[in-house]
């Protein structure tokens, strides 16, 4: 993969950017990340938790193909997922009104519980945000829902 050209005037902002990254990612990934907290509390895998929040989000229900590409796996792996969080009761399968040769996906009540769950894990900051000054929790709170907003 190709890095994108930086001008030499440029090169402290980039090195800058890159560090920053660098220390959130630090930050996200090896000391808050929740993902493990997440996979113990609900007893299965993140992928699985990750299709079900996807899932307990849409404000109407999903066909297979539609998670698929949300969660950017094929559609037979997509469908065994579906089917174990059928069996655990979390969610509903049935034929799509629209096109009966496919499927849709809707959230159970314990699938809408389990998925409020996970976020509220996910949710929960690494305890040294706690003790970072109110000052730069809120540089860092404006600089983050910029980068949010650009997506």
């Known amino acids: 993969m ?11 902002r980039a090195e800058m950017a890159e560090r920053t990254w ?17 996979v113990e509390a609900l007893g299965m895998s993140f992928f ?9 989000a849409a404000a109407e229900p999903m066909t297979l193909r539609d998670l698929a590409d949300v969660l950017l796996t094929d559609r037979p792996y997509t469908t065994l ?21 496919s499927k849709i996906v809707t959230v159970t009540e314990a699938g809408r519980a389990a998925a409020v769950e996970a976020e509220r894990i996910l949710d929960t900051p690494p305890p040294s945000l706690y003790d970072v000054p109110a000052d730069d929790l809120a540089v860092l709170d404006r600089v983050a829902a910029r980068l949010i907003a650009e997506d």
Do not use: C, F
């Not at 699985?48 to 307990?56: D, G, P, Q, T």
């Open 2 to 12: 190709t890095e994108p050209a930086v001008r030499p005037r440029d090169r402290a």
């Open 22 to 38: 660098h220390n959130l990612r630090v930050l996200l990934h090896e000391r808050g990340d929740r993902r493990r907290e997440a």
């Open 48 to 56: 699985r938790i990750k299709a079900l929040r996807h899932i307990a």
């Open 81 to 101: 997922v579906v089917d174990d969080l059928v069996g655990r009761g979390l969610v509903e399968r049935s034929p799509n009104p629209a096109d009966r040769r």
